[in-house]
């Protein structure tokens, strides 16, 4: 039997003037990460890393949330306004840290250290966020530990990212989840070595989930509005970036604005042939998928009642500890 055809999309002609129109039509707000493409950040109502659209999110008075991220930040903001809707423009645009970090693995794995608290990085799923005592981010996960002070404490799922804190923080003690980001783990520190030979002079900027070999590269490691915000105030005219290139785009628009130009150098990966530095999941929303989602209101990302009242908690207590 014959393959039946593909499905006629019928997509408009100037999508982004549609999106503009559905987003006013429903009264949508759009929510876009740092990783996405250019063209779609370019449409958002806010853009953001993990701790600003949180923030965000928890502002919400639209009658419509459309997220251009991953899946968990998408969660994220259902949580905090369970009774708004919100779309996404692909359910598959996952992430490996929370993918990683499977809810009743996790549950087994608090078990084994009794009386220890938890905080959990962001990239998790709302069921991680339920079992968890705190959230952070990168932008504020060394504050959040010292929230911690004196308590044995467990942090999930990114061993980097734990790492990093644990000395930023004086805390040689975390009880670590062993995951990692399939992005950051691919920056090659050999290859950045050879690049800044090359590149004499140029400032290396990291972000915390790399490889620890890569950050001892670093001259300046933060989060990625960190990552941002410095790469626009360093004097340095070349600079190498160890993240997700998504960040190239606003950091270009910030200089643009200061009447200023930089090179921007990705820091290289292990594998030449492919663009695994790039997050697969992130660039699954694409323009065309954000009309439809806006158009349809599908698909929608569901948490279940119960992990939206034990996730809430934890989300509200970092953003309260956030101000």
């Not at 991953?70 to 919100?86: G, Q």
Request: proline letters at 6%; one cysteine or more; hydrophobic letters at 45%.
């Amino acid at each position: 039997m014959a393959e039946s055809p593909p499905p006629v999309l019928d997509l408009p002609d100037d999508l982004e003037a549609a999106i503009v129109a559905l987003k006013r039509e429903r009264n949508a707000v759009l929510l876009a990460h740092y990783y996405q493409d250019d063209e779609i950040q370019d449409l958002a109502d806010f853009v953001g890393d993990s701790l600003a659209l949180a923030q965000a999110a928890a502002r919400v008075e639209a009658d419509v949330i459309a997220f251009c991220g991953v899946h968990f930040m998408a969660e994220t903001a259902k949580i905090l306004n369970p009774e708004t809707p919100v779309v996404v423009p692909d359910l598959e645009a996952g992430c490996s840290l929370a993918d990683g970090c499977p809810p009743d693995a996790f549950r087994a794995f608090i078990a084994e250290h009794p009386g220890a608290k938890v905080l959990s990085y962001i990239n998790c799923s709302a069921e991680v966020k339920a079992l968890s005592d705190l959230i952070c981010t990168s932008s504020n996960a060394v504050e959040m530990v010292k929230h911690f002070q004196g308590e044995k404490l467990i942090f999930a799922p990114d061993r980097h990212l734990a790492r990093w804190v644990a000395r930023e923080s004086g805390r040689d003690d975390l009880i670590v989840w062993q995951g990692a980001c399939i992005v950051h783990e691919q920056f090659s520190a050999k290859e950045l070595a050879k690049l800044r030979i090359r590149h004499d002079g140029a400032e290396v900027l990291a972000h915390p989930e790399c490889d620890q070999a890569v950050l001892d590269q670093a001259d300046f490691i933060a989060s990625t509005t960190g990552i941002i915000r410095r790469a626009v105030e360093s004097p340095a005219n070349t600079l190498i970036i160890a993240t997700e290139d998504g960040v190239f785009h606003q950091i270009r628009k910030e200089l643009a604005q200061a009447g200023r130009t930089k090179e921007l150098i990705q820091a290289p990966g292990m594998d030449e042939s492919c663009a695994c530095n790039r997050c697969p999941f992130m660039r699954l929303n694409t323009q065309e998928k954000l009309y439809l989602a806006l158009r349809d209101l599908e698909p929608q990302v569901t948490v279940a009642p119960e992990i939206i009242d034990r996730a809430r908690k934890p989300l509200e207590l970092m953003l309260e500890l956030s101000r």
